[in-house]
């Protein structure tokens, strides 16, 4: 079977650093992938790992161990308009839709 | 830029009736997907498809068929809709093996 784990609510301050995690267990693995959501909107994509180690893009960062079935997203210089829920979502094999977990809905405090 | 359209953002609609929502995308890909979200249970998949005229079930098919009779359309259908069925309902397209691209949603209410 498939599951994706993320925990289901966090709070950050405006400036800090926030790291959201993901674990999964999938029969086979072909990608993680991070998607940011606001309230409302459809989900849009942040970043995809394949290999182990960190992706940097901006104020973005994803990691990925492949080991441990584990991935965090890592948020710089957290700003208000980064309140929204962030889905983190696995391939696991081929051509196959992605699975996602339930979200992160994190929530920026001035 | 990769566009997915969807054919309303707000549909209302009464037990029993037939309800069509169309996606298109302009982007050329093969897979297109059918989602819904609910709070508290995420993303589902309801129906995908590979390439024109095929389609695979996903995790909740019950009560929904699909159509793809041309690359950038596919459509949902909900042959006699019922209360709950009321939900966010998210397409998605892709190149094989690449990130999934969203349209805006439906939200659909079922009354």
Redesign the interface.
Known sequence: GQNIDQPTEMTATEGAIVQINCTYQTSGF??L?WYQQHAG?????LS?NVLDGLEEKGRFSSFLSRSKGYSYLLLKELQMKDSASY?CAV?DL??T???????TRLSVIA | DVKVTQSSRYLVKRTGEKVFLECVQDMDHENMFWYRQDPGLGLRLIYFSYDVKMKEKGDIPEGYSVSREKKERFSLILESASTNQTSMYLCASSLVRYEQYFGPGTRLTVT
């Open positions: 072909n990608g992938f909107e459809a989900p849009t994509f995809y889905l391939r081929g051509n839709p992605l699975v996602f977990g339930k979200g």
